[in-house]
């Protein structure tokens, strides 16, 4: 059979509503692609399930101006391989917070039996406690007690345990706010996570390390996102971009 022959003006209008098309898949929220997440920014939070907390002008808030609150986000369907490799980056706008600060937040991957629903408790706790098997990456906006410093800090947690730091190192995040990059080695089995002051690119040098199985350590596909809580003290919290790769 002969191929069917367009004119020359139909071709080009087939051809405009094929890139049109294609731009609009790339424009999608959330890559459908197991193990990938993109949101340049949160008008659309398809894929995420949010527990106690709200999107709302590009952003996730984690945790409002009120005191004793608690926020958690977690991927619905998009789960990391921990027996692969895996790279996530952040945008965490400078908080708006009361005078003293607090509490603060995590960036987590989770393997817990509530799944996308997991939330722990607020104050230090930073909607974190009790998520297990997990890892995460702290920012604790006040430090103080049960905490291994008495400065705003990053950290690195596991097992839902918000006490015992794997790593950590003192941190303020300025008045621009910060990013994050998070880098996991399954071959060296190493956690290492970076900040920096938005727009000044990502260091070369990790704030916090440290060795750690995941494969072993989380058990099987799991679930990534957010946690994060305020107490006697608050900050308003946001998360205004992420992506993960997990190839």
Not at 12 to 24: E, I, R
Not at 134 to 147: L, P, R, T
């Amino acid at each position: 059979m002969s191929p069917i022959a367009f004119p020359r003006g139909r071709r080009k209008l087939l051809a405009t509503a094929g890139t049109l098309a294609a731009a609009a898949f790339m424009s999608l929220p959330v890559a459908a692609s197991a193990g990938l997440v993109n949101y340049a920014d949160f008008n659309d939070t398809t894929g995420l399930r949010l527990n106690e907390m709200t999107a709302s002008d590009g952003a996730l808030h984690l945790t409002t101006g009120l005191n004793d609150d608690r926020g958690s986000t977690f991927t619905k369907k998009r789960k990391v391989d921990p027996t692969k490799t895996f790279h996530t980056h952040f945008v965490y706008p400078a908080p708006n917070c009361s005078t003293p600060a607090g509490e603060g937040m995590t960036f987590t991957v989770q393997n817990d039996a509530d799944g996308a629903s997991a939330l722990g408790n607020y104050g230090s706790f930073l909607g974190y406690s009790g998520i297990s098997p997990s890892i995460a990456v702290e920012y604790d906006i006040s430090g103080g007690e049960n905490d291994p410093t008495n400065n705003p800090h990053i950290g690195i947690l596991e097992n839902g345990d918000t006490t015992n730091h794997l790593d950590y190192a003192d941190q303020t995040v300025s008045g621009i706010g910060a990013e994050v990059w998070v880098d996991y080695s399954a071959k060296k089995h190493q956690v290492k996570a970076y900040w920096s002051e938005i727009g000044s690119g990502k260091p070369a040098t990790p704030s916090v390390a440290t060795k750690v199985n995941l494969a072993q350590l989380l058990g099987g596909p799991s679930f990534a996102g957010f946690t994060g809580a305020t107490g006697g003290y608050y900050c308003e919290q946001d998360i205004s971009e992420w992506d993960l790769q997990n190839p």
